[in-house]
């Protein structure tokens, strides 16, 4: 375990934590609210965003790809509603005609440019590239002290990091208006509150959560992360606070045993190589759900009507 | 070339595709709208990610029997079965825990595709076959259609067709009505379950073409394009077939008369281009005609309201209110009413106070109701009627 681990195994495995809980945590207002398909449509739109960043800079840096892909989800979001505004159709589908035109466009813009000669393409933005985030200079658990090797850690782990702070930031600081906003809006509104500004900010946390994210562990586990944690959640609890702490156990619990099924598994039963870490950390999110869903204490659905 | 490939002049490959997809966006279309109707459009997205493991597994059973891996019938049975246990998964949240339909979505497609992504990793570290084929799937490919291939969407497509044909007036009132479709005993559950399996037919058969991603548009964007022209399901339907086989023939078109275009992406854009063309002119429901209408209510109160203050002898100082009145004859430029504005303005105004009375009458509260400060009350009243207000107003001014 030692040194090796420092090396090829803990950077990726803090990147994916920080990631998963990042997403969970404005996860789980989405989910109450019934947005819980943002994240799936802001993490298609990031696409394009990418894309026309790197045409506009012609290199791969974050920080134009970051912007990019904002961009897009605001776009996005603009998009939506004004498509469900003035034509008068349901959310649902406007953000279907939104966000696989935009995906689309970008893997249009994507084959007609020349990105032959750097990382970027389709499958990349899908999976992401967890594994290879390793840090070289780590060489013991004795580099964690050492300024230099520190250096060296991979630039996503400390922005991973810092949106993880930012998005329990705004949280923590909006916490009572957003818990009461999304159980009882009404209620929030004669209060004086401005549940719409609150709502759209929500959004735009969700997305910088799911655009850090994306660049560094691929779509997959954004859109998985947004839904599967707080959903298990759900099942095991009535309270907001318990169901925030319950998410991010489960977000973390699928990021550690994701990467280590990922890793170690096919060698635990005598196959080469490693598996898309990405995929099996959506995948064990899905089976953590399928447990709760079976067995969660709160699972069923109380006093409502069947069909609400 | 662009016209080449419209009259399916380039060839062999391309005439293949060409007729394929559009077939493909026919059946997508008229399946898509039942689903729109329901409500339930992002449904079509977790079942189109849930495809992906089933073309793995298939991939993975059919090296392990020795064949080849890349028969698309193989793959396509491999897709429609985790179709369906994805399908039946998100039912299964739905009905038996609290989480809403969005949610049972999103957990399916993301869960299905991130699993799918491990057996791809799985394949590729296997190093068997030309797995090249499979990442395919994800965004379609159309460079290497077969025959044999165009065969198997050609067939699924208009068995989803004849299906259709078969079952479209109970699937119109589940998707209208679902309470009174229950009320008239038709098995809700099982046409939702048809409606379901047609979708995922059609997103297993629309794989090969435009991927799993984007054949999510397929089944999106016709019906909400075909809904801005039409009022009337089964022309909704038919529209949205029509829609979304031009779209898809265009693109595929497009896409062959090029390098670098790949077909998916391609059709999926045509179809945007249609729908914000809807947006945009579609009769009634489209942008520019509420634009319009809005321009002519504005126009309409502006005349009404100059002719109540002239008939009060009020100077008007609204500027767009005096162009009005004055490109009809009614003002003269100084802002004098002509004979012609003096006749309307009283008219105007004794129509006002014939509301008037109108609304004070109990009895007539059904015609008060329309009233809107704009409406003839010619409209609403017979003569007679008209008569009897008029008596009204004036009797009280001989009184005094």
Not at chain 1, 294 to 308: H, I, K, N, Q, T
Request: aromatic share 6%; proline share 4%.
């Amino acid at each position: 375990m030692g040194s090796e681990f420092v090396t090829l195994s803990l950077t990726p495995l803090l990147i994916g934590i920080f990631a998963a809980v990042a997403c969970a945590l404005p996860g789980n207002f989405l989910l109450l609210r019934k947005q819980a398909l943002i994240g799936d449509a802001i993490s298609h739109v990031a696409l394009p965003g990418i894309v026309v960043a790197f045409l506009l800079t012609g290199a791969i840096s974050t920080w134009p790809m970051m912007l990019g892909a904002a961009g897009a989800a605001v776009v996005a979001v603009v998009m939506i509603e004004g498509i469900r505004r003035l034509g008068r159709i349901e959310p649902g589908a406007a953000m279907g005609v939104v966000f696989t035109t935009l995906f689309a466009a970008g893997v249009l813009l994507l084959e007609q440019s020349d990105t032959s000669s750097v990382h970027l393409d389709v499958e990349h933005a899908l999976y992401g590239n967890l594994e290879s985030l390793i840090w070289l200079d780590g060489t013991g658990w004795g580099s964690l002290l050492d300024p230099e090797a520190l250096a060296y850690l991979p630039v996503e782990l400390p922005r991973m990091a810092a949106t993880l702070v930012v998005v329990a930031g705004f949280i923590a600081l909006f916490w009572r208006p957003l818990k009461i906003s999304t159980f009882d809006e009404g209620f929030a509104r004669t209060m004086g509150m401005r549940t719409d500004l609150l709502g759209l900010a929500l959004v735009i946390t969700a997305a910088i959560a799911a655009v850090a994210a994306f660049d560094a562990v691929g779509s997959i586990i954004v859109i998985a992360m947004f839904i599967c944690p707080p959903a298990a959640a759900r099942m095991m609890t009535n309270r907001l606070e318990v169901q925030i702490a319950w998410s991010v156990v489960f977000a973390t619990l699928s990021a550690i045993i994701g990467y280590v099924f990922a890793g170690y598994g096919p060698i635990w039963i005598g196959m080469g190589d490693a598996v898309s870490a990405a995929g099996m950390i959506a995948t064990v999110s899905g089976l953590i759900l399928a447990i709760t869903a079976l067995v969660g204490p709160c699972r069923a659905r109380a006093g409502a009507p069947s069909g609400v | 070339m662009l016209i080449d490939a419209l009259f399916l002049q380039l060839g062999y490959n391309a005439t293949l595709v060409a007729i394929g997809a559009a077939l493909l966006g026919a059946a997508s279309g008229i399946t898509g709208t039942f689903l729109f109707l329901r409500k339930r459009a992002l449904v079509s997205d977790a079942v189109s990610h849930a495809t992906l493991p089933g073309v793995c597994v298939a991939f993975l059973v059919l090296v392990a029997l020795g064949g080849d891996g890349r028969n698309l019938a193989g793959l396509l049975i491999g897709s429609a079965v985790s179709a369906g246990i994805g399908l039946w998964c998100m039912n299964w949240l739905t009905r038996n825990t609290r989480l809403a339909e969005d949610a049972a979505i999103g957990a399916v497609l993301s869960v299905f595709f991130g699993f799918g992504v491990v057996l791809l990793t799985v394949i590729q570290t296997l190093g068997v076959g030309r797995q090249a084929g499979l990442e395919g799937f994800l965004l379609g490919s159309t460079a290497g259609m077969l025959y044999s291939d165009a065969l198997v969407i050609a067939a699924g497509g208009a068995a989803v067709l004849f299906l259709i044909l078969l079952t479209r007036r109970p699937m119109t009132m589940v998707a209208f009505d679902p309470e009174y479709a229950a009320a008239r005993g038709l098995p809700v559950d099982k046409v939702d379950m048809l409606m379901m399996g047609l979708v995922m037919a059609v997103t297993v058969v629309g794989l090969k073409v435009v991927g799993l991603i984007l054949i999510v548009a397929l089944l999106i964007i016709p019906p909400v394009t075909a809904r801005f022209w039409t009022e009337r399901a089964d022309q909704v339907v038919i529209l949205a077939g029509v829609l979304g086989a031009v779209a898809a023939y265009l693109g595929a078109a497009i896409s062959a008369s090029a390098p670098n275009l790949p077909t998916g992406p391609i059709i999926v854009l045509m179809s945007f281009a249609l729908f914000a063309l809807s947006l945009l002119v579609a009769p009634n429901r489209g942008v520019l005609a509420a634009v319009l209408r809005h321009q002519k209510f504005q126009r309409r109160v502006h005349i009404r309201q100059g002719l109540l203050a002239l008939a009060q002898d009020q100077t008007i100082y609204e500027p767009l209110t005096l162009r009005l009145l004055s490109k009809r004859g009614l003002v003269r430029a100084d802002g004098v009413a002509t004979k012609a504005g003096r006749a309307r303005a009283a008219k105007a105004l004794r129509d006002e106070h014939r509301w008037d009375i109108l609304r004070r009458d109990q009895a007539q509260e059904a015609a008060a109701a329309l009233y809107d400060g704009l409406r003839e009350i010619e409209t609403v009243l017979t003569p007679d009627q008209i008569a009897e207000i008029d008596r009204k107003i004036s009797t009280p001014k001989e009184a005094c």
